[in-house]
């Protein structure tokens, strides 16, 4: 399975937009790439799915260059309640889902 | 609320016991997916059910195994525990058979095995 890297962790104040980067360099043909967000003792919750170009929905950007070796989350005008673990994922029909280390992000006041 | 339900939510056993961890995925969903979550091995895909049958398997001991029942309810199975197998275990819901869509997550059972 393809792996993801990611940063261990980010710091970021409030109202500033973040951006965390997402490696896959082997990332197959039929992958798609998931976000995913979790707080402590919590359940991951999606966050944004994509497969190239750009998605957007109401809480966060998704880009995706042409060549899909990595990925890039926006968060825009993050607050307090965004410090979490975020994870990228890869997502195949085989229905195997691998989740990276993750990325730890911290938003100070 | 995901609208999955994990029971139980804590369980505290020992060392060579079984337990059984039991989901009910979302209204609908086909698919439901274990992970374990311990603190030095992150988030870890163990297997996946869709529809009764078994569609993907990672990384899942021996001694721990899962089924899906008619009702499409799910349960994993842990047994001759070691203490290495106190963690967070995820069950997951999603509509279609693979995982391109979203994954809908349960608040977890913890499990402690002393």
């Known amino acids: 399975l ?5 940063p261990i962790s980010m710091d970021s104040y409030e109202g500033q937009e973040v951006n965390i980067t997402c490696s896959h360099n082997n990332i197959a043909t039929n992958d798609y790439i998931t976000w995913y967000q979790q707080f402590p003792s919590q359940g991951p919750r999606f966050i944004i799915q994509g497969y190239k170009t750009k998605v957007t929905n109401e809480v966060a950007s998704l ?12 968060l825009p ?3 307090l309640s965004d410090t979490a673990v975020y994870y990228c994922l890869l997502s195949t029909n085989a229905g195997k889902s691998t989740f990276g280390d993750g990325t730890t992000l911290t938003v100070k006041p | 609320d995901s609208g999955v339900t994990q029971t139980p939510k804590h369980l505290i056993t020992a060392t060579g016991q079984r337990v059984t ?19 030095d091995q992150g988030l870890q895909f163990l297997i996946q059910y869709y529809n009764g049958e078994e569609r993907a398997k990672g990384n899942i001991l021996e001694r721990f195994s899962a089924q899906q029942f008619p009702d499409l309810h ?10 290495g197998d106190s963690a967070l275990y995820f069950c997951a819901s999603g509509r279609i058979v693979g995982d391109t869509g979203e994954l809908f997550f349960g ?3 913890r499990l402690t095995v002393l």
Do not use: H, M
């Not at chain 1, 393809?2 to 990611?6: L, V, W």
């Not at chain 2, 961890?21 to 603190?39: F, N």
């Not at chain 2, 842990?78 to 203490?83: A, Q």
């Open chain 1, 2 to 6: 393809a792996k993801t890297t990611q």
């Open chain 1, 63 to 74: 880009f995706i260059p042409a060549d899909r070796k990595s990925s890039t989350l926006s």
């Open chain 1, 77 to 79: 005008r993050v607050s």
């Open chain 2, 21 to 39: 961890l039991r989901c009910s995925p979302r209204s609908g969903d086909l698919s439901v997916y274990w992970y374990q979550q311990s603190l």
């Open chain 2, 74 to 83: 799910s349960e994993l199975n842990l047994s001759s525990l070691e203490l």
């Open chain 2, 107 to 109: 608040e977890g059972s």
